[in-house]
């Protein structure tokens, strides 16, 4: 079993940063990629970054490159995602998730159903 917990949502302005965190807990280690996904009010979760727990796999939404990176700590079981030049397109709930099992191609990740852990998601609002 594992649980997840994001932090580190809140209120910014069009332009600014924010970085969100996820910790991870109990049997990490059959769990072997974690992604961010988000949902915007009234519309489906959509992928926004994924990154394996060991190798340097990642995997990024078009509409995020340039702006999101996506990081982790092993040691502390925590993944990261630093968000930067932010719209108020990317007004949204930010989920982690984690999955357990294993994929060569990293794009496998970018659906939701590759998931099976999830947190309870941080809402982040990008006034204009």
């Known amino acids: 079993q594992v649980q997840l917990a994001e932090s580190g949502g809140g209120l910014v302005q069009a332009g600014g940063s924010l970085r969100l965190s996820c910790t991870s807990s109990?049997?990490?280690?059959?769990?072997?990629?974690m992604g961010w996904f988000r949902q915007p009010p009234g519309k489906e979760r959509e992928f926004v970054a994924v990154?394996?727990?060991?190798?340097?796999?990642?995997s990024y939404a078009d509409s995020v490159k340039g702006r999101f990176t996506i990081s982790r700590d092993n040691a502390k079981n925590t993944v990261y995602l630093q968000m930067s030049s932010l719209k108020p397109e990317d007004t949204a709930v930010y989920y982690c998730a984690g999955s357990s099992t294993f994929y060569a191609q990293m794009n496998m990740y970018t659906s939701e159903s590759r998931y099976n852990y999830w947190g309870q998601g941080t809402q982040v609002t990008v006034s204009s």
């Open positions: 109990g049997r990490t280690f059959s769990n072997y990629a």
């Open positions: 990154i394996r727990w060991i190798g340097t796999g990642l």
